[in-house]
């Protein structure tokens, strides 16, 4: 047994449910308590059609605010992203490209009786501006309060 593996996965069996109910509870609008984060970050990691892609989130009292953004890992370029959430978010380019995507639960499946401490990612599908759609399916990085500066995007605003 690799006892460095085993503890990441104890690791994440205990922080990722944790972490995603936290931000569940902010894209949802539930966050506006004064015991929960103002603002809270998700980085996700996973393809968009065959290519490989990253995306940070950034949640504040349920709304999608600036830095938000994806990148290609090809090319690393940010591209800004704006939108809502709640159980579906749509996120959208500057180009007007847009992202529709749900959360996915354990066992690869999108179910919406799972229960929140559960989801590890987001499925759904990318439009271009040019109609193409492509299947989008993201695992989650981290998520959890953001610093104050809360990320290096240089995104535009």
Known sequence: INLRSTM??????????????????????????????DLVRADYEGTLGSNRIQMTLLVQHGKLISPSHYFYQK??????????????????????????????????????????????GLLGTWTGNDGMTYPVALGVLFVGPAPAEPSNCHCPE
């Open 8 to 37: 990441l996965t104890v690791k994440f069996a205990v922080f990722l449910p944790l972490a995603t109910m936290v931000f569940l509870a902010s894209v949802s609008g539930l966050a506006d308590s004064p015991a929960s984060p």
């Open 75 to 120: 090319d690393r370029t940010d591209i800004p992203l704006s939108g809502t959430t709640g159980t579906t978010l749509i996120l959208i380019e500057p180009s007007g490209s847009t992202f529709t995507l749900k959360f996915k639960g354990n066992g690869n499946k999108e179910d919406h009786s799972v229960t929140l401490g559960d989801r590890v």
